[in-house]
T-cell receptor, first 115, second 109 residues
Framework: GAVVSQHPSRVICKSGTSVKIECRSLDFQATTMFWYRQFPKQSLMLMATSNEGSKATYEQGVEKDKFLINHASLTLSTLTVTSAHPEDSSFYIC???????????FGPGTRLTVL | DAKTTQPNSMESNEEEPVHLPCNHSTISGTDYIHWYRQLPSQGPEYVIHGLTSNVNNRMASLAIAEDRKSSTLILHRATLRDAAVYYCILRLTNNDMRFGAGTRLTVKP
């Protein structure tokens, strides 16, 4: 299957700082990318959907000013958690979908810990 | 949104077949049935998907009921590496993919 990478895989930051997570599709062009968040022992929750060159669409309850998403190219999307707080500590997972809409390919996830 | 219902957990013995059920009674005609699995601290991994007919690939088989209101993921010979949370997901017509609670599969040696 297609490959999606995330960087960093793990990050620890102080409360109030901002953290950027990169998501890259390595061997396909991701026209649409999705960002999910997963708390311990829970399922993945969709945060937002972004199409290349367009503004992201956020799910209800997800603050767009706190979770900034940029999808500037067909192979790169970034999620910036601004002014992070301990309650933002979670496992963030991105996913890409290419021209063929049948399926999505997921990155390995980024574990964010806010102290 | 069409939802899926899966058992919270299942157990299997190594090298035996495993049948993971999923109910989706409100499925619409254009919804694909997708299965993903997630190992601890990893992103979900694609397993298989289908629309109406049964599907086979190197990882698993997907059996879809004639009325499409349920499906079963079949692992033909479970290995310890198959221990994971398995998610049955309906792809909505707008192409979102939303996860339910999934089934935690434990494989005993």
């Amino acid at each position: 299957g297609a490959v999606v990478s995330q960087h960093p895989s793990r990050v620890i930051c102080k409360s109030g700082t901002s953290v950027k997570i990169e998501c890259r599709s390595l061997d396909f062009q991701a026209t649409t990318m999705f960002w999910y968040r997963q708390f311990p022992k829970q399922s993945l929750m969709l945060m937002a959907t972004s199409n290349e060159g367009s503004k992201a669409t956020y799910e209800q309850g997800v603050e767009k000013d706190k979770f900034l998403i940029n999808h500037a190219s067909l192979t790169l999307s970034t999620l910036t958690v601004t002014s992070a707080h301990p309650e933002d500590s979670s496992f963030y997972i991105c996913s890409g979908r290419g021209w063929r809409p049948d399926t999505q390919y997921f990155g390995p996830g980024t574990r964010l810990t806010v102290l | 949104d069409a939802k899926t219902t899966q058992p919270n957990s299942m157990e299997s013995n190594e090298e035996e077949p495993v049948h993971l059920p999923c109910n989706h009674s409100t499925i619409s005609g254009t919804d694909y049935i997708h299965w993903y699995r997630q190992l601890p601290s990893q992103g979900p991994e694609y397993v298989i998907h289908g629309l109406t007919s049964n599907v086979n690939n190197r990882m698993a088989s997907l059996a879809i009921a004639e009325d499409r209101k349920s499906s079963t993921l079949i692992l033909h010979r479970a290995t310890l590496r198959d221990a994971a949370v398995y998610y049955c997901i309906l792809r909505l017509t707008n192409n979102d993919m939303r996860f339910g609670a999934g089934t935690r599969l434990t494989v005993k040696p």
